[in-house]
Structure formats: structure tokens, C-alpha cells
């Protein structure tokens, strides 16, 4: 490691707050109560407190309102909240490999995936696989629908998944799943306040924040309306895409699976849309001829429970 770059991640260890903190967070939000989240985590509520007001102090932000009723997060502790929920998951995905890498290296399982599914259905489906296979180690590489493909196509993964119109010759593939996207705002956008649905031709002429060429997300929408209007942002990740239309940056076309929560808190705005169809497959994907055995049948099976 370069020292530039250590000195990067040792800075990045003092701006966000330990995992412990974040876990806090997360059982706050869930049980509307400082002390019940306390007493989940078992700990003291007096030291709850504390850990709560050091990671304010730490961003810069109140996260907690407390009240005799019970504790409420504040609009910026609901954010951070949401990005905490990622952080998590992100850990406890790493905890499984860990745990995998630390068992018997007998047993390996390379996976490929598009951002979407990456983000919000590949770590439930990996934490699944180790409790059948704690022996397997995986290694899991994010990226757009395309560079799936092509990591496949190179022999640099054994199972993928993307959520593309098609896959390239050279590839197998099977559905796993289905997905919507969905055109969203944050609540102050006119479109948020519109009577009538939009119409495709609208959305069409429309710039919007858009994932970058080559996503799944992206080649969808555009077939949907047979192009797009220059976009406004372009962005590599679903979570940047949907933390811009949150702050109100403009409209983005979104997974549901990436929104639901910001839909239910009300900090984002589904828009209705007529005469166009935003449903797609979720697929996995393999080399032709190299259908998963072991450990990637298994997860290729959990992926369908």
C-alpha cells in the first residue's frame, strides 16, 4: 500500500463511525427506543447515550430525537441510517468470506454481479451459502452489467449476475428473479406534485440521473423508450444515483428493490408513467458449457428460494 493511500484509509477511519455505532443506529430505527436498542445490543443505556452523541459530534449532525415517548430519528439520521444499513450488510457479506477464507481452502467460488444485485440481494444470498458451505471462500466482484460479461467471458468468474435486456454469445444464462424500475423524485420536485402520470415521450426528453453506459439499468430504460435525453448526472452506483435524487439533484429511473425504504419514509416519490413497460429479468449468468456445480449450484438454488 502506497503511503498516500494508507494515509487515506487512516483518515477515513476517524471521519466514519465504528460498525458497533452504526449497529446502534440501525436498532434504534427499528425499535423506536434508545433503551430497548440498549438493552438488544447489551449494553448500558447510559453508554448507548454516549455512543449515540459521539457519532453526532463525529458527522456533525443530530441523529437522535429523544423524548419521553421514545427516541425518533431526525431527516438526517434517517439517512445516515440508510447508508449505516449498507455499511452492515457490507460487513457481515465480509464476515462470511472471512469466515469462509478461515476455514479449509479446498473450496472457492468467484462471483460476478451487477450493481443492483450486488448491492441489495448478493449479501443475503452469500450469508445463506455459508450456513451450507461455511468451507467455501467467495470472492465477489461488483461492477455494471457489461463488465460482468466480460469477466465471465475471461475466465476471471464462475457465476454471474446481471440485469440486462440480453447476454452476450458465449454465455448461458437462467432467470432468477424479477425487477421494476421505477421513476423517482425527492418530494420538493414539481413531478412529485404532478395529477397526471408522465408519458413516456416526456420521460424520454427528460435528463435524468442515470447509472453509466453499460449498466443494466441503463440498456433497459433506453430500449423501454428508444433513448434518452443527455443526462443530467451520470453516475456509477445505484447508491450515488439515489443519494443525488434524494438531495433533490433531479428525477433518476431506479430499481424498487434499491427505494423502498426511501419511498416509505417519504424521503423519495414514485412518479407514475403510461405506455411504457420498465420490468426486467434478473439473470444468471455462465460460461457456455460450465454450468455452476458445488458451491455455485448452491447459490444459483438459493438465489430461486
Known amino acids: 500500500m502506497s503511503e498516500d493511500v494508507g494515509r487515506s484509509v487512516a483518515g477515513l477511519a476517524h471521519r466514519v463511525p465504528e460498525l458497533g455505532a452504526l449497529e446502534l443506529l440501525l436498532a434504534v430505527a427499528r425499535l423506536g427506543s434508545l433503551g430497548r436498542a440498549a438493552r438488544e445490543l447489551g449494553i448500558t443505556q447510559p453508554a448507548a447515550s454516549s455512543r449515540i452523541r459521539s457519532m453526532e459530534r463525529q458527522l456533525g449532525v443530530a441523529l437522535v430525537d429523544r423524548s419521553p415517548a421514545g427516541s425518533r430519528l431526525t ?10 444499513r449498507r455499511i452492515v450488510e457490507a460487513a457481515e457479506a465480509f464476515d462470511a468470506g472471512a469466515q469462509a477464507l478461515r476455514g479449509r481452502r479446498d473450496s472457492r467460488l468467484r462471483v460476478a454481479a451487477s450493481m443492483t444485485i450486488a448491492e441489495y440481494l448478493l449479501p443475503g444470498w452469500l450469508i445463506a451459502l455459508r450456513g451450507r458451505r461455511p468451507d467455501t471462500a467467495v470472492s465477489l466482484l461488483a461492477g455494471n452489467s ?6 465471465l467471458l475471461a475466465d476471471e468468474a ?9 447476454v452476450p454469445a458465449g454465455l448461458d444464462e437462467t432467470v432468477v428473479g424479477h425487477d421494476r424500475l421505477i421513476v423517482v423524485t425527492a418530494p420538493g ?10 408519458s413516456a415521450a416526456e420521460l ?8 453509466e453506459e453499460g449498466s443494466g439499468t441503463r440498456q433497459v430504460l433506453d430500449a423501454a423508450l428508444g433513448g434518452l435525453a443527455r443526462p443530467l448526472l451520470e453516475l456509477s452506483s445505484t ?11 433531479g428525477p433518476a429511473v431506479l430499481s424498487e428493490l434499491a427505494v423502498g425504504e426511501e ?4 424521503r423519495l416519490v414514485g412518479v407514475p ?7 426486467r429479468d434478473l439473470r444468471a449468468v455462465w460460461r457456455t458449457g460450465h454450468r455452476p456445480a458445488g458451491p455455485g449450484r448452491d447459490l444459483l438454488a438459493l438465489t430461486r428460494g
Open 204 to 211: 424520454a426528453s427528460t435528463p435524468l440521473i442515470l447509472r
Open 146 to 151: 457489461a463488465a460482468v460479461a466480460t469477466r
Open 263 to 266: 419511498l416509505a419514509a417519504r
Open 75 to 84: 431527516d438526517a439520521g434517517a439517512l445516515v441510517t440508510d447508508w449505516a
Open 158 to 166: 464462475d457465476l454471474g449476475f446481471v440485469e440486462g435486456l440480453s
Open 189 to 198: 420536485h414539481p413531478w412529485a406534485r404532478r395529477r397526471r402520470p408522465l
Open 239 to 249: 447508491t450515488a444515483v439515489k443519494a443525488s435524487a434524494v438531495s433533490g439533484a
Open 273 to 279: 408513467v403510461v405506455d411504457v413497460r420498465l420490468d
